[in-house]
C-alpha cells in the first residue's frame, strides 16, 4: 500500500528556512520522478520542484526558484524540500507525489500533507 508522509512544516518568520520531508512507502522513489506541491487557502494545488528519477534534474516554479531545493534520499526513500528566503506568500500546506510517466500529474493518492506558516 502506497503511503506518503510529509513533515517538517511549522511557523516561520519571513526570511527563515524550513526542511521538509516526503518518507514514502508501498513504492521505491528512485523509479519515479518525485514532485513538491502546495496549496494556499482558496487556490489550486500547484507544482512548486520536482526532480527527474533518472538524471536528477531539478524544476521549479518560478516563484520559488532560487530559494528552494528538491533532493532526494533514495536509500531512505525520502525526498525533501529545503526552503530559504522563506515568504508570506509560501503559506500553504505541502505535499509530495510521485509524477505519472511522462505527466506533470501526480500519480498517488495525497497523503496529510504538511503546514508551512510564513509569518512575523
Known amino acids: 500500500q502506497v503511503q506518503l508522509v510529509e513533515s517538517g512544516g511549522g511557523l516561520a518568520q519571513p526570511g527563515g528556512s524550513l526542511r521538509l520531508s516526503c518518507a514514502a512507502s508501498g513504492f521505491t522513489i528512485s523509479s519515479y520522478d518525485m514532485s513538491w506541491y502546495r496549496q494556499a487557502p482558496g487556490k489550486d494545488r500547484e507544482l512548486v520542484a520536482r526532480?527527474?528519477?533518472?538524471?536528477?534534474?531539478?524544476v521549479y516554479a518560478d516563484s520559488v526558484k532560487g530559494r528552494f531545493t528538491i533532493f532526494r534520499d533514495n536509500a531512505k526513500n525520502t525526498v525533501y524540500l529545503q526552503m530559504y528566503s522563506l515568504k508570506p506568500e509560501d503559506t500553504a500546506v505541502y505535499f509530495c507525489?510521485?509524477?505519472?510517466?511522462?505527466?506533470?500529474?501526480?500519480?498517488?493518492?495525497w497523503g496529510q500533507g504538511t503546514q508551512v506558516t510564513v509569518s512575523s
Open positions: 507525489n510521485a509524477l505519472r510517466p511522462g505527466t506533470l500529474l501526480p500519480l498517488f493518492s
Open positions: 526532480i527527474s528519477s533518472v538524471t536528477g534534474r531539478t
